[in-house]
């Protein structure tokens, strides 16, 4: 069974920064796509950040590129998302995937979801 569990939400102001982690009980972690969804009150969930196995390529949402950076360590079964330049448009709760897949239509999906961790952007 796959256990993902994130940290690092909280409240900030905007134009601040947060940094999220998240662990992940996989054996085989450093052989997936990682990656990292976020949930807005009233809306669906949409895709972040990505990132290939081995720390390789990286993918990011139109709306947070150049802000975002995600990264992981394979060593202690973690990615993480820096999050800097804040803005209140992402509040939202973020959820940690496992072993992401893109379809052909370019949408990102996930079998293996985190609890999630709130973030709030305060202006």
């Known amino acids: 069974q796959v256990q993902l569990g994130e940290s690092g939400g909280g409240l900030v102001q905007a134009g601040g920064s947060l940094r999220l982690s998240c662990v992940v009980s996989l054996r085989t972690f450093s052989m997936y796509f990682m990656g990292w969804f976020r949930q807005a009150p009233g809306k669906e969930r949409e895709f972040v950040s990505a990132?290939?196995?081995?720390?390789?390529?990286?993918y990011y949402a139109d709306s947070v590129k150049g802000r975002f950076t995600i990264s992981r360590d394979d060593a202690k079964s973690t990615v993480y998302l820096q999050m800097n330049s804040l803005k209140p448009e992402d509040t939202a709760i973020y959820y940690c995937a496992a072993a992401l897949r893109r379809g052909s239509d370019g949408t990102w999906r996930s079998d293996y979801w985190g609890q999630g961790t709130q973030v709030t952007i305060s202006s």
């Open positions: 990132i290939a196995w081995r720390g390789g390529s990286t």
